[in-house]
Structures are given as structure tokens and as C-alpha cells.
């Protein structure tokens, strides 16, 4: 049996991985979600977005989630390619976005943001209504809610130690 195999897993890990598979995305308390319906322009997507001070925005249509336009979006799908803010978010949203539900594990909601690369989920109701977002910032805070030893006792760089003994 090798030395690593022998050892047992880190009790702060096992502690994190109980409380991703426990905690549910509600946990996190999703951030109201902006809302706007697919014919609305983008002009007002913006504006409603620079108002609610967000980097996204949930796109409905008959009361359900259809897509979420983002700052990325914009840039990305309006502005580079030089259009118009007068066209409908319909034309510029990304469509059919992955969501999470308030009663799903915390850990598959992450898993869900970690391979996509995405920065904000909504979070849908069993109907396909928008009940909030969550996004990277709230899941870094739960981290650092639960484990602040950990994550303020790291050094800035990992590979990085002091020259001398800190301390008296």
C-alpha cells in the first residue's frame, strides 16, 4: 500500500464535498432575477441591467425562460459585430440556458457552472419560471462562509513561502 493511499482524505475536503451534496442551490439565497420578454429591445435590456446593477438578465416569454443575455452577449453579439441596440433580445440571447432548481444539490448547480464556464445560472421553478440567478460570487462567498480558515490562511501564490519566520 503506497503512502498516499494509506493516507486519509483531508477532513476540511470531506466536510466541503458533505456540504455540496447536502446544501441546496436555495442555500445560496439566487439574486432576484431581471427579467425581460423576448420582443423587448436590447436598448432596454441594457438599461434595465445598468439599473439593477447586473451583469445578466433572464429573457421570458409567456412568463417562462427562454434565454439570458449577458454583458458577454452584448459584446460579443451586439456590439462587436456593429448592430443595432433596436433589435429584439430574441436575436441575441443565448437560448435555453442551463438552469438549477431551489431543492437541487448545491454541488451539481456548481458542477453545471464549471463546465459550461458560465458566471450565472438561473434558477427556474418546476414550471420553467424564473425565481433568481446565482452566480460565481455567491458560490465563492458559501466557500468562504464555511471554511474562512482555509481559504484566508492560503498564501497568495502556493508556491510562494517566507524568506524568514513570521511572528514573535
Not at 470531506?14 to 436590447?42: F, G, H, I, Q
Amino acid at each position: 500500500m503506497s503512502a498516499q493511499a494509506s493516507r486519509s482524505p483531508d477532513p476540511v475536503a470531506r466536510e466541503l464535498s458533505k456540504n455540496l451534496r447536502v446544501d441546496s442551490v436555495a442555500r445560496l439565497a439566487p439574486a432576484p432575477a431581471l427579467t425581460l420578454d423576448a420582443d423587448a429591445l436590447v436598448r432596454a435590456a441594457v438599461e434595465t441591467m445598468r439599473a439593477g446593477r447586473s451583469g445578466c438578465l433572464l429573457v421570458t416569454s409567456g412568463g417562462r425562460l427562454v434565454g439570458l443575455f449577458t454583458e458577454r452577449d452584448l459584446l460579443t453579439r451586439v456590439l462587436a459585430p456593429g448592430r443595432s441596440l433596436d433589435i429584439p433580445l430574441r436575436e441575441v440571447m443565448t437560448p435555453s440556458p442551463a438552469t438549477a432548481e431551489l431543492q437541487e444539490p448545491l454541488r451539481v448547480a456548481i458542477r453545471r457552472m464549471q463546465e459550461g464556464g458560465y458566471r450565472h445560472l438561473p434558477v427556474v421553478d418546476s414550471n420553467g419560471r424564473p425565481v433568481g440567478v446565482i452566480s460565481a460570487r455567491q458560490v465563492v462567498h458559501y466557500i468562504v462562509e464555511h471554511f474562512p480558515a482555509v481559504v484566508f490562511n492560503q498564501p497568495p501564490d502556493p508556491r510562494q513561502f517566507p524568506e524568514a519566520p513570521e511572528g514573535a
